[in-house]
């Protein structure tokens, strides 16, 4: 596609439920990242791959999160057992190969846990 | 945790005027960008500044940076109604083997009136 697809856009789900979050990447890109961002703030790295290989996973908040990405492509998010706290708005971006490039989000998924 | 603090948080002005934002930061980097995000909206890229560069323009914008101070400023010349948005500074560390993720500021918040 033109550019990540996010999915689903919005969630809802009720505590002690999981959820996976899908992202998309640019067709091409290497590295994909996920970020959650809390109202009012600035995105919050949670981890990245470079293809499959998951390179980076120090901002997950804890073991209830978990991504994959093992095809080199398209990426889940689990949340397991969520909380309220977990309630965010999740972002995936991707990039090209390489160092020193710009990262090209997703338009998110708006989780909310009740 | 973030490491850049975008400054102001807020920011209103008359359309037709420049905007200033500035963005500390801690560690040495390799890059910094600029984001902007609408209401509702994904984030979009806006410039990318690297390490060994004191200035850089695209379009309306210019960009600078400081690495002595650890400080960069994104400067928005003739503001329009469509700038109104939230503004992210985002700084990029590479570690061995590949991109690693950027940290977020918490953002500026700007407000062009008409």
Known sequence: GAGVSQSPRYKVTKRGQDVALRCDPISGHVSLYWYRQALGQGPEFLTYFNYEAQQDKSGLPNDRFSAERPEGSISTLTIQRTEQRDSAMYRCASSPPGQGWEAFFGQGTRLTVV | ?114
Request: charge should be positive; charged fraction near 20%.
């Open chain 2, 1 to 114: 945790s973030q490491q850049g603090e975008e400054d102001p948080q807020a920011l209103s002005i008359q359309e037709g005027e420049n905007a200033t934002m500035n963005c500390s930061y801690k560690t040495s980097i390799n890059n910094l960008q600029w984001y902007r995000q609408n209401s509702g909206r994904g984030l979009v890229h806006l410039i990318l500044i690297r390490s060994n560069e004191r200035e850089k323009h695209s379009g309306r914008l210019r960009v600078t940076l400081d690495t002595s101070k650890k400080s960069s400023s994104l400067l928005i010349t003739a503001s329009r109604a469509a700038d109104t948005a939230s503004y992210f500074c985002a700084t990029a560390v590479y570690g061995g083997g590949g991109a690693d993720g950027l940290t977020f500021g918490k953002g500026t918040h700007l407000i062009i009136q008409p």
